[in-house]
């Protein structure tokens, strides 16, 4: 928060409508209705208020930054996202932090050439039921032949 704050003053940012301000995580307390939004550029959500833990958080870079801003901006135009790069960089845990600071229960699966359409069925199921995020690592593992079977289960429930 800080380094935030000496940013913004650095920079000279003086109005809520900067984009250096909106492209900060915020959390708004409207007392009346005791809810929290969340915002982030042009994303707005409600807070979820899902117990997490007392975990520690991941350092902010700028690129944490791009990362929460591409995935929020998905979100949404109601689309996902697929965070690519080298093992490693922190892709993984860069979307469990985001979860994690929305309020939003996620679940890792460390994807294998053993998974077939009808266990990726379930998974998506039981994601569905319970509100939560997947993060599927490793994805490239499934084979190309149950990735088109999966494709066209996610485009119908989309």
């Known amino acids: 928060a800080r380094d935030i704050a000496h940013n913004l003053a650095l920079e000279r940012a003086t109005s809520v409508e900067c984009f ?9 307390y409207t ?18 208020y899902e117990y997490i833990g007392n975990t520690g958080r991941l350092v ?3 690129l944490t930054d ?12 109601m689309l996902g996202g697929a965070p690519a790069g080298p093992a ?8 469990k932090d985001l979860a994690r600071a929305l309020a939003l229960p996620i679940y890792v699966f460390n994807c294998s050439d053993q998974m077939n359409y009808l ?7 039981g994601l ?5 995020w997947g993060c599927f690592d490793e994805f490239n593992r499934i084979p190309i032949e149950v990735l088109s079977v ?5 485009k119908q429930v989309l």
């Open 20 to 28: 250096l301000w909106k492209q900060q995580m915020r959390f708004y």
């Open 31 to 48: 007392p009346d209705d005791k809810n929290v939004e969340i915002k982030i550029t042009d994303f707005a959500t409600m807070y979820s």
């Open 60 to 62: 902010i870079t700028p």
């Open 66 to 77: 791009r990362c929460y801003i591409t995935l929020t901006m998905a979100l949404r135009l």
């Open 88 to 95: 490693g960089t922190g892709k993984t845990e860069t979307t």
């Open 119 to 125: 266990t990726l069925a379930d998974i998506f199921k």
């Open 128 to 132: 569905a039921q319970a509100g939560a």
């Open 150 to 154: 999966v494709a066209t289960q996610v």
